[in-house]
Every structure is written in C-alpha cells, then in structure tokens.
C-alpha cells in the first residue's frame, strides 16, 4: 500500500468509503454485515488504515457498521472519518445532538477525521449563519479531542467553495473534492483543486471513478489506453490519473464487493502516475465523448436576454448535460432544487424566443420539458 503523509500520520492513499457497502437483497438500508466485514478485514489486513463514513449512508446505518466492525481492532490503528450532515438543513440546530450520536453508533470517543458534508448552494448560507454555532460547536470537540483533524466536503460550485473557504478557511485542514478525469473540465474539478491548493490545503478525492462509470471506457478510447499501458486496467487509469496530481493526499472509493476491493488494493500497490502526455490525452478523449453526449451549449447568453421567464438557460443546459451524460445521480436534482422554483426547468413556457437566437441552434424547449420530467422539477 502506498502511504501519503498529512502532517505527523501516514495514511493510505486509497481510503474506503462506506457509502456503497453491500447489501441485502438491493435495500440499501439493510447492509449485508458478513460481506462488509470481510471487505473490511481485507481492507485492514492489506494497509487501509483510512475509513470513511458518514450520517446519511445508507439510511443511517453505515456509522453504525463502521463501528461494530472497526471496533474489534486497536483505535490507535486506523483513522475514522464521519461527517455533519448539513446536506439536510433541517439537521443545522442540531450539531450537538448528532455528534454525539454519531459516536455513540460509531463506538468512538474521538473522530481522527470530520467534515462539514456537502458543501453546495443549498445550504451555504446555512452552514455559515452564526445562529447555529456549527463552527464554533465542532472547534469545541475539537479542543476537547473529539475531532482531530477538521476539513470539508464540497460538491458546490467554485464560488461557493471559495466563499466558505474565505469564511472559515483559517480552521479547515483539508478539503473533499470530487475529482476524476471525467469531471476535470465537465465540473470545474481543476478549478476547484486549485483553488482548494491556492488554499493551503490537501485534496481528499471522492468518486474517482464516477460512482463506477469509469471502471469501463468506449472500445476506441480502451484500444488507445491499452496501447500505451497494456497491462493497465481500465479503472486503474482513473486512479494512475489521480496520483499523478500534486496535492492529493488521499483518495476515497466507495466499494460494493470484495473483488472490487482487492483489484483498488493491488493498483494501490505502487504509484504509477500518469506521464504529461498520457494525462492530456486521457483528459482530450474524455471531454470528446462528453461534448458528444450532450447538448453544445457556449454560455454566450443571448437566450437569457430573450426569456420572458427570465430562467438561467445555459445553467439548466449544463445541469441538463450532467444529468443526462451520467446517466442520473444526484448533482443536478440537488443543484436544480436549490435554484428558486421560478428559475427551474419547469417553468419554460415553450415560447422557442431563445432558440431564435441560439448560434448552436439548441431545443431549448423541448430540453426543459425532458430535463423537468426526468428530475420531477
């Protein structure tokens, strides 16, 4: 395994994640407790000493995993990592009460690692309203040993990082981003490292492969990556991407099966970054299949100029592409939901103003009605 340093510990480059534990019977509350220990004990066996959970996986019932499992080994030996669900603002008054909840299930006196989770436009102001005295309440555990080391986790947009990072940056230690060679330009991924670097701080990286899209590539794309690497799995150039970008210190995977597990432990083996070359082609290929896949918008504006619901179009066109590129998830459902109701898709009136002077010739309309049906909005 290979090991990153993050100030006085060692940590295992690869990190598993406890969001997609396996499961019984596809309920995604009910986590099949016998497969999840032996990924676990694998997991620990062969020198992941990094895991990481958090409130709402899997309806709850990850932290209570984590710590039934973790619990049988030395907590000096491994590093925990949970995290305050502000992804749901309805929890914001009540930080105290779940953070000693949390290590009550966790079976934990101290978390080594903890993070205000989901950082976006939905709960920005939130997590930064004195009233609710987060910040302050976790500096607290902090003091008192409870939290070691505290950062964030942030799907948001730049300006939304930034704004929280010029907020509380002074007392973040490191920052959670989702970062892949898919998303390096689709979501601003290399914009958000750098400004997160800009900031002093280590990168954690979540979804490296895409919550698995990236485990497979188009056979033109595969032929090509075989030919320069061809001993080389697919997955494996998404992780071989990561370790080749200064600041990345740990990387998260969130695995289903043991298989999974032991093929992420041996690429985690040896560090093999990718070459400058190889690294720009990966990134030329990829933002080529993703131009391919969704709808040509240029952010030039002259449709918003022409809207008489005054919608944010090429924003929704982007959200739009997201969605409909990766065939759903929850980034763009989360991002449209935090939008006032009368900028979201569903409040096109199919006047076809903007395509009249749209130089990509785009539906608009009929883009607003299918994105509104496929995200209920």
Not at 111 to 140: A, Q, R, T, W
Not at 264 to 286: G, M, Q, Y
Request: hydrophobic letters at 35%.
């Amino acid at each position: 395994m290979i090991y990153r340093d993050f100030q006085d510990l060692k940590l295992s480059g690869l990190g598993l994640g406890m969001m997609r534990l396996p499961v019984v019977e596809g309920n995604d509350a009910e986590i099949d407790e016998q497969a999840t220990a032996e990924m676990i004990d694998y997991a620990y066996q062969n020198g992941v000493n990094y895991f990481d959970t958090a409130w709402g996986y899997h309806s709850g019932n990850s932290e209570r995993i984590a710590g039934k499992i973790l619990s049988r080994y030395p907590r000096e030996s491994y590093y925990l990592a949970s995290k305050f669900p502000g992804y749901d603002n309805s929890n914001m008054p009540k930080v105290k009460e779940i953070f000693e909840k949390q290590l009550e299930k966790c079976k934990t006196e101290y978390f080594d690692f903890y993070l205000f989770h989901n950082v976006y436009e939905g709960n920005i102001d939130d997590y930064l309203n004195p009233k609710f005295g987060i910040l302050e309440y976790l500096l607290e555990q902090k003091k008192n040993g409870r939290i070691r080391h505290l950062g964030l986790s942030a799907h948001g947009s730049v300006e939304v990082i930034r704004r929280f990072l010029e907020a509380y940056g002074e007392h973040m230690e490191f920052c959670q981003l989702q970062i892949n060679y898919m998303d390096w330009h689709f979501q601003d991924a290399k914009e958000k490292l750098e400004l997160v670097r800009n900031a002093g701080l280590p990168i954690w990286v979540m979804e490296p492969l895409r919550g698995g899209k990236l485990a497979t590539a188009p056979e033109d794309m595969t032929k090509a990556l075989k030919g320069m690497r061809p001993d080389e799995s697919i997955p494996a150039w998404a992780f071989r991407f990561l370790q080749a970008i200064p600041g990345v210190t740990m990387v998260l995977s969130g695995m289903s099966t043991l298989s999974q597990l032991k093929e992420n432990v041996a690429i985690w083996s040896e560090d093999k970054p990718l070459s400058a070359d190889e690294f720009e082609r990966l990134i030329a290929w990829t933002d080529e299949n993703t131009r391919k896949g969704g709808l040509p918008c240029t952010a030039c504006h002259y449709c918003t100029s022409h809207c008489p619901m005054e919608l944010p179009i090429p924003e929704l066109i982007s959200l739009y592409n997201e969605h409909k590129i990766t065939g759903g998830g929850f980034l763009a459902p989360m991002a449209v939901s935090s939008m006032p109701e009368n900028k979201r898709p569903a409040n096109c009136i199919g006047c076809r103003s903007c395509e009249q002077v749209c130089p990509q010739q785009i539906e608009i309309s009929a883009m607003m009605s299918e994105f509104s049906a496929m995200i209920g909005m």
